[in-house]
């Protein structure tokens, strides 16, 4: 049986899952640059070498996310929102609401029972409250943007992040840096401050559990925990949350692949 | 066509002919032209600017006078425009005679209308049409217009030096009503499956006339012609998207700086248009607003009181829902304008609605349809194939298990 390879060439990491059958047999996740021809090549050689795959096994290539165009290697492109919506169902088959906060994009999709999407919300032409924006506060601090989640969670008396803008809040951590805030309670006001935010777009299209976290956010604990708090239902998160675009780009291949589609 | 109404106002002021400036929506163009004047509509200038990708131009000549980002962009392509000497690709825009503020229901319209009357020296004439509040006009509200279009014609007559002709007015309005058939029966082919029309992108083009030259003989020979077309279309079976997979209603203010590209983007999917709202942003005339010769001034009162922005949202809503039903519509696109309050607020609610309350699948998508700083083609499509993948997947499950209809 040949494989199913799914590419997400996000804004900023490129992520590659193979899939046989139902089984992940290999996976890979390099950085995005300008030349993302290259960057995907990378990523489905780097997950070919993870499954200990010969190319010649792939049957299908599916890309996704906004470089998708350009993997022209790639035999479909689907929308990263379909993928994602795909992906959580095929991990967590209760799904019906899905939130994938990634470097510039948050997104809140709402999914049926056979994992379609049944509607979506977007952030439109604003990064506050996308992984950027972590980025940039995270760097305002000292910080690496993977140390903030844990140390947020130690906070006493979390701030008030008041602003909507990413670079505003950049001044607004500086300001309270100067008046002598400590960094765990400044880090949880911001954290927090996402986690309103996305509320906002997760009512648009209606909260229902279960809800499942996906994209590169979703690896930080303490946004995990601000979410699950100010939408007080449990969230899934996998391991493989980061992965979940090209999870549900390869789980189109493999159905192009089920019914009968050569590469 | 277009090139010859500009060619014809720009003659106009050479031969010193009388201009009037006037809005699109609810326009009282049959009594203009009823008293010789040639008229302007400095929204559908800017629109022209905006497809020819001239507008920035104009935005940033009125930014630097002092208009600010959130400003409407028609008033800065306008306001603009005026102040570089009214030169623009397709003609010169002759300066106004008089203004006619044709149309309140947006308080934008009034600030803009004034500051050209101060910065032109022109006269200005404001038209007070109330909100449409109930389903049917009420009869006090066309008494209070009536009123106000005497007031009008009594103006004109002291500018112009002529007498109103009655008879005239009625000869002018029968054209006009001539025109409006013939417009409705166009948009009325979208309930045909496939469509032989597209009833956003294509009727876009094809609302000029009914907008800029109702009343003339040209408007309404238009309109015999695209219909004899339209028939044709049916007969020889060529139809706006070759294979038509998704049947939409459209609404809102398109955006003009990137009208192609837009267009694109909904073709790519095999999605046309079968009924949409902004090209009856001159009149709902589908809906039954003519204009009557036997009843001429009541009529203008009721058209102008008919414009669709006009309308409160329970009646616009009602209005799409109608359109889903009678054109068949799998879904509901709504294209909301960042500078148009009058257009734009309430659309977020509207597709709320369309959701939760109609089930129909909705997708709101926002620009502006003057300022191309506005428009994000990568977002822009990345939502709509996203929607149009999601509307495909559901179709094809409901196709692969029978007794499931498609939501």
């Known amino acids: ?66 470089g998708r165009f350009k993997i022209s290697f790639g035999q479909l492109t689907v929308t990263e929102i379909s993928c994602h919506a795909k992906g959580a169902h095929f991990l967590f088959p209760g799904t019906r609401l899905v939130i994938d906060i990634g470097g510039q994009d948050t997104k809140a999709i709402r999914v049926n029972e056979r994992g379609e999407v049944a509607d979506f919300a977007m ?16 760097g305002a601090l000292g910080y690496d943007v993977a140390e903030i989640g844990p140390i947020s969670m ?110 | 066509m277009v090139d010859r109404y500009y060619a014809e106002l720009d003659q106009a002021e050479k031969e010193k002919r009388p201009v009037a400036y006037m809005l699109v929506g609810g326009n009282l163009t049959e009594i203009v032209r009823s008293f010789g004047y040639e008229v302007v509509f400095p929204e559908i200038v800017a629109l022209n600017c905006a497809i020819k990708h001239k507008s920035l131009d104009y935005i940033l000549q009125a930014e630097a006078q002092g208009y600010g980002l959130d400003v409407c962009g028609y008033v800065k392509n306008d306001l603009g425009l005026q102040a570089l000497g009214g030169n623009t690709p397709f003609g010169h825009i002759p300066k106004p005679d008089l203004l006619v503020c044709s149309f309140s229901g947006c308080y934008v319209y009034i600030k803009w209308w004034e500051a050209l009357a101060e910065t032109l020296n022109a006269p200005l004439f404001n038209f007070d049409v109330p909100y449409q509040r109930t389903e049917k006009p009420l009869k006090e509200d066309i008494e209070y217009m009536v009123a106000q279009l005497w007031d009008f014609i009594h103006l004109l007559e002291k500018r112009t030096g002529r007498s109103f002709d009655m008879a005239e007015l009625k000869r002018v309005l029968e054209r006009s009503r001539r025109a409006e058939e013939l417009w409705v029966k166009y948009l009325e082919a979208g309930k045909h499956r496939p469509s032989p029309i597209e009833a956003y ?18 408007a309404v020979r238009f309109y015999e012609t695209v219909n004899a077309e339209v028939e044709t279309r049916v007969k020889e079976g060529t139809y706006p998207v070759p294979e038509e997979k998704v049947r939409l209603v459209v609404e809102g203010v398109p955006p003009y700086t990137n009208y192609r590209t837009f267009w694109d983007f909904f073709r790519k999917w095999g999605a046309v248009s079968v009924a ?30 008919g414009a669709y922005v006009n309308q409160n949202w329970p009646l616009r809503r009602q209005l799409i829902r109608q359109y889903i039903k009678d054109y068949q519509a799998d879904a509901v696109v709504i294209h909301g304008i960042k500078s148009c309050r009058s257009f734009t607020a309430g659309q977020g609610d509207l597709r709320d609605w369309l959701i939760h309350e109609t089930g129909t699948p909705t997708l709101y998508l926002e620009s502006d349809h003057e300022d191309p700083r506005y428009f994000a083609p990568a977002q822009i499509k990345n939502r709509m194939d996203a929607f149009f993948e999601s509307l495909d997947q559901r179709r094809s499950s409901a196709a692969a298990t029978p007794g499931r209809s498609t939501p």
Do not use: W
């Open chain 2, 201 to 218: 992108f294509e009727a876009v083009f094809y609302m000029f006339p009914i907008n800029v030259l109702r009343g003339t003989d040209q």
């Open chain 2, 276 to 305: 949409a709202t902004y090209p009856k942003v001159g009149g709902l005339f589908d809906m039954g607003f003519y204009h009557d010769p036997s009843r001429p001034l009541e009529s203008i009162a009721e058209y102008s009181l």
């Open chain 1, 123 to 138: 952030n439109d032409k604003c990064a506050a409250g996308t992984g950027r924006f972590l980025d940039v506060c995270a």
């Open chain 1, 1 to 66: 049986m040949k494989a199913a390879a799914g590419i997400d060439i996000g804004s900023t990491t490129a992520k590659c899952v193979l899939l046989r059958g139902k089984d992940i047999i290999g996976r890979s996740l390099n950085p995005v640059g300008v030349n993302i021809v290259r960057d995907a090549e990378e990523a489905l050689r780097l997950a070919l070498q993870d499954a200990r795959l010969d190319r010649s096994e792939v049957g299908f290539v599916t890309g996704t996310g906004y």
């Open chain 1, 154 to 263: 130690e906070a006493r008396h979390p701030v008030k992040v008041t602003s909507t803008c990413t670079v505003f809040a950049e001044s607004e951590v500086t300001s309270h840096v100067s008046r002598g805030k400590d960094p765990k309670d400044i880090l949880a006001g911001l954290h927090a401050s996402i986690a309103n935010r996305t509320l906002s777009l997760l009512q648009r299209v209606g909260i229902e559990p279960e809800v499942t976290f996906t994209g590169g956010v979703s690896r930080n604990e303490g946004m995990v925990r601000a979410l699950s708090a100010r939408l007080g239902l449990p969230v899934n998160v996998s391991p493989l949350s980061q992965y979940m675009g090209a999870i549900g780009a390869a789980l189109a291949g493999q159905e192009r692949l089920d019914g009968g589609v050569a590469s």
